[in-house]
């Protein structure tokens, strides 16, 4: 199930839909779910998530080029992250056929995350920001990401994304997520997709994609 986390301008909307983020403040420890964890240092500048890993289309050949792409590292998992989320959350919901397919390459073997069933649902990936049947999809201009833990073999990571409605980006509208993930043989894989960090304190938080798509 994906859960998320939206907001407009100051209006916080929690409803449960999406992921997580949260950003590196100085001196501000972040807010981790579950069992606490070091925090993990951000990149150095030269090796920042650019937020748009596979390039700017948001179909299942985007998402698997990203897992391609990205290294064993938290801005690999940062990039792979940011583009299942672009990839994901949009209205119309991806096809099966893509659902399928991504089930079987990039969700984590043994997870109980169900990305197939859950989209045959058409939820409403705007946490409800965007009415029902309208049109979207979520764009890193303006975006945020947060690596909330980083292993070797796994990570949490945040992305806050802005909503493109009608071919326009929505001045206000934006949307956070949290996802854990796991390194297999084929590279970065979901694991689940967590209870996100409200989006508006994601917003404050996060540190800004270099680039974005």
């Known amino acids: 199930m994906i859960a998320a986390s939206a907001v407009a301008l100051a209006a916080l909307v929690v409803t449960g839909g999406v992921w997580y983020a949260i950003g590196n403040q100085e001196l501000v420890p972040p807010i981790l779910i579950g069992t606490p964890s070091n925090v993990t240092p951000p990149p ?11 390039g700017d289309s948001r179909d299942a050949a985007m998402v698997l080029a990203a897992q391609a792409e990205a290294p064993r590292t938290g801005t690999g998992a940062v990039e792979f992250a940011a583009s299942f989320g672009r990839w994901a959350e949009q209205y119309p919901v991806p096809a099966p056929g ?43 201009v303006p975006g945020v990401w947060n690596l909330e833990s980083y ?7 945040s992305v806050g994304m802005g909503i493109v409605v009608g ?13 854990r993930l796991s390194w297999t043989d084929d590279g970065w894989t979901v694991e689940d997709a967590m209870q996100p960090r409200a989006a508006e304190q994601l ?3 996060g540190t800004e994609f270099t680039e974005g798509c």
């Open 44 to 54: 150095k500048e030269d090796q920042l998530p650019i937020g748009c890993s596979g």
């Open 151 to 157: 292993s070797y073999d796994g990570a949490v990571v």
């Open 98 to 140: 893509e659902a399928l397919q991504l089930q079987a390459a990039v969700i984590s073997p043994g997870s109980s995350y169900d990305l197939v069933s859950y989209l045959e649902g058409e939820p409403n990936l705007s946490d409800g920001l965007v009415p029902n049947g309208t049109e979207f999809h979520l764009s890193t």
């Open 203 to 205: 917003f404050s938080m």
């Open 167 to 179: 071919g326009a980006l929505h001045s206000t509208f934006r949307v956070s997520s949290m996802y």
